[in-house]
């Protein structure tokens, strides 16, 4: 979080040294530094912010390394507002770089956007085909198959494919969103871990059919709101049988229906309904289950119970990994990042910022969206953390420790929806 400064620790530009924490009363666009607050690391930064022609610069005591230059820093007053910029060559130089680097915000922001409609659209998709599979199965699966095409063509035919959290406002159809997730994440893991085309598209329907078999239970017990009895979660566990049955009713592949049938088996046995250990479950029904049991930790139907998606990368990796395709899980890590899409997160200059997207090639340096109170919300800085090498992740928050006006303009999900960008090439190059 970055807090307004007091207005009374003022300080001149021949007064700022390296260690001082600052804050440039100019807008975010007019001046070539990331944020309107930080602690000045560097001669470089020290030279550009004296040349910017203001006047004054207020600084916080409190996170400041050393006093300011010169005797105690003088108490003055407000500073009057700041004279324009005085451009010599290099400031003219990293202000061009900060107006790029602004184009490409919004064009991102355009970008995501975009992804937002691609996910109601396939939401849509979903939801046609939950209504009318069994009516209209020959319809309801060539539906499918152009939906995994259009995934096994982002995911296998492009270099990078970045994986965004969806906002709230991109659309209401959570009831679908689940396969989707299952569906994305699992193509990405594929893609990850060679799988062949034809593989990916039998993935791709199999995660996004897997829970059919909840059409035959009761939706208090098939979507739990509340702890189950020993007898209803038996009669939950049967979804796996009777979604083969309804798969095998509309003519899905053998290949398909073992996703359906062991999507929930584990690795240790302690799966059902088969209770199949290691190589007995199908190598495409272990990357289901896989993500399923992540998306499920976050995305539950008792909200209260949901995790963030940090934490529950971490439950699985350090508690429950015996349960999951060892190769599998490293991938999945690997591709989401320590810091997965979703996460909150404190970053190494104490601004608060929420993962938005990652592109699984580069994990550890994330899109983030950065709360700054000096910034609207709907102008909200998002950062390339690949184009920022002094800024790195420090660690993750969970939501409930953040101020309410901070959880406000962030807003984490209370479900976290993963989409993928269609077309690659429409991204920012780093």
């Known amino acids: 979080m970055q807090p307004s400064l007091p207005q009374d620790f003022v300080v001149t530009p021949d007064q700022l040294c390296v260690g001082l924490f600052i804050h440039i009363d100019l807008p975010w666009f007019s001046h070539p530094f990331s944020f309107n607050s930080f602690k000045i690391r560097s001669p470089d ?39 324009p910029v005085v451009e010599d060559e290099a400031t003219s130089a ?21 992804v937002e409609k691609a996910l109601v659209k396939a939401a849509g998709v979903m939801r046609n085909i939950g209504k009318n599979l069994f009516a209209r199965p020959k319809e309801c699966l060539e539906e499918v198959d152009e939906l995994v095409t259009q995934m096994v063509v982002a995911f ?10 969806i906002g709230e406002h991109a659309g209401t159809e959570e009831t679908y969103y689940h396969g989707l997730n299952t569906s994305i994440l699992s193509m990405m893991l594929a893609k990850e871990l060679g799988f062949p085309r034809p593989h990916c598209q039998l993935l791709g329907v199999g995660a996004l059919l897997h829970d059919i078999g909840l059409a035959d239970i009761p939706d208090r017990i098939a979507r739990p709101r509340q702890e189950l009895t020993v ?17 095998k009713q509309i003519g899905l592949s053998e290949p398909v229906l073992r996703i359906i049938a062991q999507h929930h088996e ?3 046995g302690s799966g059902y309904p088969g209770k199949l250990k290691g190589d007995q479950i199908d190598p495409l029904a272990r990357i289901v289950s896989l993500v399923n049991y992540y998306d499920n930790l976050c995305n539950p139907a008792d909200l209260a119970k949901a995790m963030t998606p940090h934490e529950a990368l971490s439950l699985m990796f350090a508690q429950r990994r015996a349960k ?6 490293q991938v999945m890590i690997r591709c989401l990042g320590v810091y997965p899409p979703g996460t909150v997160v404190k970053l190494s200059n104490d601004a608060v910022a929420l993962v938005s997207s990652v592109n699984p090639a580069k994990p550890l340096r994330p899109w983030v969206t ?24 420090a660690k993750a928050l969970r939501p409930i420790q953040l101020p309410p006006e901070v959880y406000e303009y ?3 999900r209370k479900r976290v929806t993963y989409y993928f960008d269609a077309d690659s090439r429409k991204a920012p190059q780093s």
Do not use: W
């Not at 004054?56 to 004279?83: I, L, W």
């Not at 990293?94 to 975009?114: G, N």
């Not at 007898?231 to 798969?247: A, D, I, S, T, W």
């Not at 999951?324 to 899980?329: H, I, S, Y």
């Open 94 to 114: 990293t202000l061009a770089s900060k107006r790029e680097r602004i184009a490409r915000l919004a064009q991102r922001k355009r970008q995501v956007v975009e």
């Open 370 to 393: 950065v709360f700054d109170p000096d910034i609207p919300k709907d102008e909200a800085i998002m950062l390339d953390l690949e184009q920022e090498p002094d800024i790195n992740i």
């Open 324 to 329: 999951f395709d060892v190769k599998a899980l």
């Open 45 to 83: 930064q020290l030279a550009t912010l004296r040349k910017l022609g203001v006047n004054h610069f207020r600084y916080d005591p409190d996170r400041s390394d050393v006093q300011p230059r010169g005797m105690a820093a003088p108490r003055a007053e407000a500073p009057s507002a700041p004279e």
């Open 231 to 247: 007898p209803e979660r038996n009669l939950r566990q049967l979804h796996c049988e009777y979604g083969v049955r309804l798969g």
């Open 410 to 412: 962030l807003s984490p």
């Open 156 to 165: 296998l035919d492009q270099p990078e494919v970045a994986l965004h959290v």
């Open 266 to 268: 584990l690795a240790d």
